[in-house]
């Protein structure tokens, strides 16, 4: 019969109209901003830099390798490079970004720069309330701005940041055992002999 399928659309809709009334798992609209849906865990709009510890400088894991400033297809990001070094989370003298800027009118979300980035030092972040007047300048994000604790991934990713955490982890102890070794060798070889 002609219009079945509307009658029984509007039916769907009266029952779950009268339902909502009753049961608030029929309401499927939230008053934002004071009410939120909870994002899925693998949701992702623009990426940010995780660090670890308190201190953004001291802690930020990229090391400027610009890996992910050459793959990225519309070329958002740009880095400067360090002149000096500084340590990264195992002790290890690396350069760091002087500049790290992402033009986020331009990125994508495509997250390719986390794939490709060797350090762990570069992950989507879910913050989607960035809506600014200006059109260029406000859109582009600094170091300063990209720059969030490894605990805020924690919170936004806790499985992803969890695995990340332990293979970091697994690292640093990998290579503080390779450094006992090679310590007890080189002792080995200047003890003299009996
Ligand atoms: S998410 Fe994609 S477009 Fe955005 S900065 Fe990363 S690589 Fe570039
Ligand atoms: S975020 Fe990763 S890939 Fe990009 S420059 Fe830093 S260390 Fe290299």
Redesign the pocket.
Known sequence: MIGIGILKGMAVTARNFVGSYFEKERLITVQYPEERNPLPENY?N??FLPYDGDDPHAGLRCVACKI?EK???????YIVKSEDKKPDYMGKPQFYPAVFD???S?????????E?CPFEA?K?DKDFELSRRERFDALLLRKSDLAKSNEYYQRICPTDAAEVDAKLAAAAEAAAKKKAVSAAAATAATSPAR
């Open positions: 992702r623009f990426p992910c793959e990225c297809p519309p070329q958002c990001i992402i033009d986020i331009v990125c994508m979300s495509c997250q390719i720069c986390v490709v570069i989507m």
